[in-house]
């Protein structure tokens, strides 16, 4: 039912820059966020929401990577999961890790508006079993949790 | 069918299984400590998630989600909880939620419930209540890290792992991540 590929699209925007009822989504918990708020840490060894941004893109493009099958080593950085930040404390570098997020968002909402609703449920070959299904409502889920976080770090940091 | 109600099942239980991993690495005492500068304490947290479960999910079908019962300010007083109390209400909340979702199928999801007298189809009740779960549950998950901190149990790959991770991913899916977390003590 292309309905299905609706509800998904539904699902990973609203946890990332749509309008929710649930409150703070991804992207509306980085809006005016400065770079000096997004490096700051609550602890050594802490991520910061700097880092968050990142790992959060990273998903969003296994997630893609696992949609279509693409080879790994396409990530516009080196490494995995986590990547350290800053590497350059500046407005320029931050807006550049924002904009990767949202342009790893784009490619993969392009991808799940051109899933055919028949394969939702089918098995990725290449992804240890999981479903696209899956896959997709696990990634909104993931931005959500995150946000959470973003939301408390602006928080304890304000108090610094 | 029930694959969507399946997907959206499978990942309340990898976060519920998140937040109980966060949970055991608290001592009592840490349950009740307010976030600093003031915020929530865990026990709040966990207090207005299990309690907007039970509301939302209780009678699901037939009630409106904000039940008459619910007192929603209430949940974010500040409490002195023992880990049996915070097991009891929280496992309370996931059991309404767990029951009402068992009783759904894919069929039901274009139909409506209502939460504060507002229609709303089911499908966009179960997107709700996940983000709004997962949200507080990230919350969990970061002020237990902060409270424990060079002694936190990783819940994820842990710093170092992303590369062994990726060659062999085998908790990708959330029931075999959920098993996981519940093996950590």
């Known amino acids: ?160 | 069918m029930s694959e969507y109600v399946q997907s959206i099942e499978a990942e309340f239980q990898r976060y519920k299984a998140l937040g109980e991993a966060a949970l055991r690495q608290l001592s009592e005492d840490l349950l009740s400590v307010p976030a600093s500068g003031g915020g929530n304490s865990v026990a709040a947290i966990v207090w207005h998630v299990a309690g907007n479960l039970e509301s939302r999910f209780t009678d699901f079908r037939t009630s409106d989600g904000e039940k008459a019962w619910r007192n929603r300010d209430e949940e974010f007083e500040a409490r002195s909880v023992t880990h049996a109390d915070l097991k009891e209400k929280w496992e309370r909340g996931w059991r309404a939620l767990f029951a009402a979702l068992s009783a759904l199928t894919d069929a039901d999801l274009q139909s409506t419930v209502t939460i504060r007298q507002q229609p709303l189809r089911i499908d966009e009740a179960l997107h709700r209540s996940l983000a709004h779960t997962t949200y507080h549950i990230g919350q969990i998950v970061f002020l237990a890290k902060q409270f424990r901190g060079e002694q936190w149990n990783c819940l994820s790959i842990p710093l170092g792992g992303s590369k062994a991770y990726n060659e062999a991913p085998r908790h990708e899916k959330p029931a075999a991540h959920s098993r996981l977390l519940e093996r950590q003590e």
């Open chain 1, 1 to 160: 039912m292309r309905g299905d590929i609706g509800q998904l699209l539904f699902l990973i925007d609203t946890a990332y820059d749509h309008v929710s009822w649930h409150g703070t989504n991804l992207r509306g918990s980085l809006r005016g966020v400065t770079p000096k708020q997004a490096a700051w840490r609550p602890g050594p060894r802490r991520h910061n929401i700097w880092e968050i941004v990142v790992h959060a893109a990273y998903w969003k493009y296994v997630a893609w990577r696992r949609l279509t099958g693409a080879e790994r080593g396409s990530f516009a950085e080196v490494g995995s999961n986590w990547f350290s930040r800053p590497e350059q404390m500046s407005l320029d570098a931050w807006k550049a890790d924002v904009e990767m997020l949202g342009e790893t968002h784009r490619a993969l909402r392009d991808v799940v508006a051109a899933i055919e609703p028949r394969d939702l449920d089918r098995t990725m070959a290449k992804a240890s079993r999981t479903t696209r299904r899956a896959i997709i409502t696990g990634i909104a889920a993931h931005d959500i949790y995150h946000a959470g976080q973003i939301q408390l770090l602006k928080r304890l940091g304000r108090r610094v």
